[in-house]
């Protein structure tokens, strides 16, 4: 999961140097945008049972960055889960995982950029919820030099 987030994250950053990305300059500062959709693909330990589930499905991949003349970072990168489906490993259980993932940054180059991924796992009963918080600081050469994750999941019970 950590890895996983940590790469939907650094794509993000990577989503506006590349091809599907708008810039504008305006008066000095640089404006970027990007929208698109990618395979999601994700082991998730159920919160209610233990059981490892894999989710498959796609992931919609949106949002904005602005830099100033002086430095300053704006940022908005959004992911929404579109048809996420799961299997329990050992149960087949089927579930849903429903959310996304919103990081919003306003700050300097080399300040702590925070993200969180929340959704919904839903299914046979055992409705869930999972969480992750990302923190990451990026130096003035775009290089990732901290990242941490916390996860959590909280069962909601067999509904």
Known sequence: MKTKILSIVLIGFIAILVSSWTTVNMGGAIHSSYSYDEPWINTFPH???????????????????TITPNGQVHLFHHELLMDVNGVGQTSGLEYQDIGGFTQSYNGNVGEVLTGNFHSEIVGNGYNASKHARLHMTVNANGEVTVAREFISGLCKGNN
């Open 47 to 65: 919160p209610c049972t233990g059981e490892p589930v894999d989710f498959e499905g796609t992931v919609h991949i949106s949002g904005h960055m």
